[in-house]
Nanobody
Framework: QLQLVESGGGVVRPGGSLRLSCTVS??????????IGWFRQAPGKEREEVSC????????NYADSVKDRFTISRDNAQNTVYLQMNSLTLEDTGVYYC???????????????????WGQGTQVTVSS
């Protein structure tokens, strides 16, 4: 059974940076078979996808709200996906989660997930 552990959150001032990590274990096949997505949920809002990356790392996708500020990457030797977040704004506050799937959303590098069992996530708070 897949286990994903998010880490790296914290409190940062607007304009600051954080790097989140998502470490995956318990997969039956190679880690590189899994697409990984980063999602976030702000207080009172629905969970939204922020970024995703294909198993090889060759394909990435970003929400418009984070494009040119966030960078997703992965180290398949370490079974870890990273989300480098720069120029953070108050609107980036929320709990950040990662999700993994061997199934892709058609035509994208993003994992196809439904009825996903989310982990605890990592809290990101941007505050002045």
């Amino acid at each position: 059974q897949l286990q994903l552990v998010e880490s790296g959150g914290g409190v940062v001032r607007p304009g600051g940076s954080l790097r989140l990590s998502c470490t995956v274990s318990g997969f039956s096949s190679g880690f590189s078979f899994y697409a990984i997505g980063w999602f976030r949920q702000a207080p009172g809002k629905e969970r939204e996808e922020v970024s995703c990356i294909s198993g090889s790392g060759a394909g990435t996708n970003y929400a418009d709200s984070v494009k040119d500020r966030f960078t997703i990457s992965r180290d398949n030797a370490q079974n870890t996906v990273y989300l480098q977040m720069n120029s953070l704004t108050l609107e980036d506050t929320g709990v950040y989660y990662c999700a993994a799937s061997r199934t892709y959303i058609s035509g994208t590098p993003c994992p196809s997930i439904s009825n996903y069992k989310w982990g605890q996530g990592t809290q990101v708070t941007v505050s002045s």
